[in-house]
């Protein structure tokens, strides 16, 4: 076919391209002359091209696919091959690499048991690859209903051999054969890719601490996911809570750890919940200082709330990068020098036979003249009080919230069950599918927060308000609106990035706003507070209080 005003060899056709067609050019390709029906699983074809003349009908055509075509004996034209060779994440495979999942796929093994032979029809090893990642972003979707989501506008496709969404058996038996390892390769991939592209400057709108030594704050905090209760899952999980393990559902502990400025992932080692939140997440702490040692590099500084990882642990990790962590008041330090300018003092840390020196911040928090009923105890290796001040470093403890706790608000959203529902987060039965479910949640996070920060870097500033003129940063735009987007342009298999990315940088939210409440829940609750003075908001700025000095 030919096409106006270029020929067809100058365009490269893909996946999600308009083509106008000149209605009266649509012809039916069938012999027997006669119109194509519902029943007919053939495509129109273009029966000679001509210039285009403004007034004419014209046919506008998505293109879905280009596959090779299949011409039967009575002239129906269908398209070799299936869904499940064509179907991508969209916008999210441009964070995953080229090929990325492709290249995974042709290196994963697949288990006999669960899979007989290589037929791939129905399902593949790259598609499924990608299902799995989209059940994570799809809340109360059903197996087939990913599947059908996927494939979008390829189910339309007149194929040469029928196609349709495999079943939840199917997927379950190529789940199973595929198990975590594909995932977790995809995972560390996408978390990998985050972490470089933090590197140098960081990402627009860095949380920064130090003039002559620029730090980029991260925060790590430890969360629970409810897995279904199963003998596999309550034995190799177990709970919290009771001793009994008589917990409603087993829970996976995870640890992520992530940017405190734009809230991307760069790790999540995870394991049982185990009985004792303070030893499960030590732990977890080791595991990732042991895999993921470049995390902690010297020009970060990582936020820890007040479960207290030991002295030991800490000790180990100022050896390579820098700390920032609120300790609890009954933690004993041994203050060894007056108090400095900066209203804040030097002391030592003991426990298990080894000793740190840190640096303390005292201060207390006001807002609208009411005041924070507790202390803030802040310890920090950071012992340079003019190039990192104390009410500074008060000032950078409340990035924690965002890097952690908003963090994983935005990111649990699309898990089933998150908030205070009753029933598990996670879908999988066995502690082998958790993992791989696990890794693929991660993933699907990681490229979602990735299309964030390149439409924030694409976005255009705001023309009024309190950010009119300013460059636009991650955490300016929502990502539950993000999500959608994603979802939207894989369903109707849009390929064009900078579509996708434009859309997502005009959903602004309002953040900075300096709210406070008295007590926070993590989730809406299902049930009417007790009055409204659990529920009063105030938006002011804090005022921090150090040395009775406000700062």
């Known amino acids: 076919m030919s096409s106006y005003p270029v020929p067809s060899c100058a365009v490269p056709v893909s996946g999600g391209m308009v083509v106008a067609v000149p209605a009266e050019l649509l012809a039916s390709p069938l012999k027997s002359g006669r119109d194509l029906g519902d029943g007919d699983r053939s495509a129109l074809v273009i029966g000679g091209t001509g210039k285009i003349r403004s007034g004419g009908a014209v046919v506008f055509c998505k293109v879905v696919a280009v ?46 048991r669960f899979v007989k032979g290589q037929r791939e029809r129905l399902l593949a090893r790259a598609f499924m690859i990608r299902v799995i990642v989209l059940m994570t972003l799809m809340p109360e979707a059903r197996i087939a ?19 349709r969404p495999a079943s939840a058996r199917a997927a379950g038996d190529w789940r199973n054969a595929l198990g975590p390892v594909p995932l977790e390769e995809l995972r560390d991939l996408v978390l990998g890719s985050a972490w470089r592209e933090h590197q140098g400057p960081g990402c627009p709108g860095a949380v920064t601490i130090g003039t002559a030594r620029p730090l980029k704050a991260g925060s790590l905090d430890g969360t629970l996911l409810r897995v279904p209760d199963t003998p596999a899952n309550r034995a190799f999980f177990g709970s919290v809570g009771t001793g009994d393990d008589s917990s409603p559902f087993p829970q996976a502990r995870a640890l992520p750890l992530t940017c405190c400025s734009c809230r991307a992932l760069f790790a999540m080692p995870y394991g049982p919940a185990g009985t004792d939140k303070a030893e499960s997440e030590q732990s ?21 709330d007040r479960n207290y990882h030991g002295a030991a642990r800490i000790a180990r990790m100022i050896r390579s990068a820098h700390v920032l962590i609120r300790l609890k008041s009954d933690i004993p330090l041994r203050m060894t020098s007056q108090i400095l300018p900066d209203g804040s003092y030097r002391a030592e840390l003991s426990g298990d036979g080894v000793t740190v020196a840190v640096r303390v911040i005292e201060y207390w928090v006001t807002v609208e003249g009411q005041e924070v009923p507790e202390m803030f105890c802040l310890v920090t290796d950071l012992m340079d009080w ?4 104390g009410p500074e470093l008060a000032a950078l403890y409340k990035w924690r919230w965002d890097g952690s706790e908003t963090a994983l608000r935005e990111a649990k959203a699309p898990l089933r069950g998150a908030g205070p529902g009753t029933g598990p987060m996670l879908r999988s039965g066995t502690p082998d599918l958790i993992r791989q479910e696990l890794a693929a949640w991660a993933a699907g996070t990681g490229m979602t927060r990735g299309v964030v920060r390149d439409a924030a870097l694409a976005a255009v500033p705001a023309r009024k308000g309190r950010r009119a003129g300013l460059g636009v940063r991650p955490r300016d735009l929502s990502f539950a609106r993000a999500v959608r987007a994603v979802l939207s342009a894989i369903r109707l298999g849009h390929t064009c990035y900078q579509a996708v990315t434009s859309e997502i940088g005009r959903s602004r939210t309002v953040v900075d706003r300096g709210r406070h409440r008295a007590r926070k829940s993590k989730s809406p609750s299902p049930f009417a507070h007790a009055g409204p003075q659990d529920t009063v908001t105030r938006i002011a700025s804090a005022v921090i209080t150090m040395a009775n000095i406000p700062a």
């Open 284 to 304: 977890l702490l080791d595991e990732a200082m042991d895999r993921y040692p470049g995390l902690f590099a010297p020009d970060w500084v990582w936020l820890m």
């Open 386 to 389: 003019e190039d990192y001040p």
């Open 145 to 163: 209903d990913v599947i059908a989501a996927l494939a979008g506008d390829l189910a339309l496709v007149p194929w040469a051999r029928p196609w």
């Open 67 to 112: 596959a090779e075509a299949q011409v039967k004996r009575d002239g129906q034209v269908r398209a070799k091959g299936s869904p499940v060779h064509h179907a991508t994440l969209g916008p999210l495979e441009e964070k995953a690499g080229p090929g990325a999942a492709g290249g995974i796929a042709g290196r994963a093994p697949l288990s006999a």
